[in-house]
């Protein structure tokens, strides 16, 4: 089976422009987080979404938004670039129910650079 | 919020020397994870301990939950340079519906 794939792997923007990330969860996994892992840093959380709605927001501003689709996989939208955005974005999925511990299975990264 | 404080943040050692890496918090988990990644990859999960006082083996790395649950310690004995990553320890509430909450990585380096 595959892992979590997650597209583009690296991409550069300029201040101002928006990005969106995408990420396919392993096949039969309902839940879908986002991180941001600045370097040097351990991953922050950003969104958790499981059966297509929204169960956890982190601490980020309104510029940050991300969606699920019916297949479960994901995008999150960046808008309004700001060089402080330049970071590696982290999906990842969950086999467990909401609400039960388990390992989270992380995708390679999308790595954005804002210039 | 919860928050885990992992020291130390960088340790560079020679292949064969044994190292403790810690993971605090003043919250109580309901789980404790610990990952390790790779340059250019995710983390992957090495071991989750649960129960507190626990303690899990894995070859050469032996992790422990501490009995309050607000703790952890990864140690390594014999370091080779295979086991050259960013170690971060994760930790699980107990509303089912809190995110899993990262600590900033312990950056090991073990040089041959």
């Known amino acids: 089976d595959a892992g979590v794939t997650q597209s583009p792997t690296h991409l550069i923007k300029t201040r101002g422009q928006q990005v969106t990330l995408r990420c396919s969860p392993i096949?039969?996994?309902?839940?879908v987080s986002w991180y941001q892992q600045v370097l040097g840093q351990g991953p922050q959380f950003i969104f958790q979404y499981y059966e297509k709605e929204e169960r956890g927001r982190g601490n980020f501003p309104d510029r940050f938004s991300a969606r699920q689709f019916p297949n479960y996989s994901s995008e999150l939208n960046v808008n309004a670039l700001l060089l402080g955005d330049s970071a590696l974005y982290l999906c990842a999925s969950r086999k467990t129910p909401w609400g039960r511990t388990g390992e989270l299975f992380f995708g390679e990264g999308s790595r954005l650079t804002v210039l | 919020t919860q928050l885990l404080e992992q020291s130390p943040q960088f340790l560079s050692i020679q292949e064969g020397e044994n190292l403790t890496v810690y993971c605090n918090s003043s919250?109580?988990?309901?789980?404790l994870q610990w990952y390790r990644q790779e340059p250019g990859e995710g983390p992957v999960l090495l071991v989750t301990?649960?129960?507190?006082?626990e303690v899990k083996k894995l070859k050469r790395l032996t992790f422990q939950f501490g009995d309050a649950r607000k703790d952890s310690s990864l140690h390594i004995t014999a370091a080779q340079p295979g086991d050259t990553g960013l170690y971060l320890c994760?930790?699980?509430?107990?509303?089912?519906?809190?995110?899993?909450?990262f600590g900033k990585g312990t950056r090991l380096s073990v040089i041959a």
């Open positions: 919250s109580v988990f309901s789980s």
């Open positions: 301990v649960v129960t507190g006082g």
């Open positions: 096949s039969g996994h309902k839940s």
């Open positions: 994760a930790g699980d509430g107990f509303a089912g519906n809190t995110p899993l909450v």
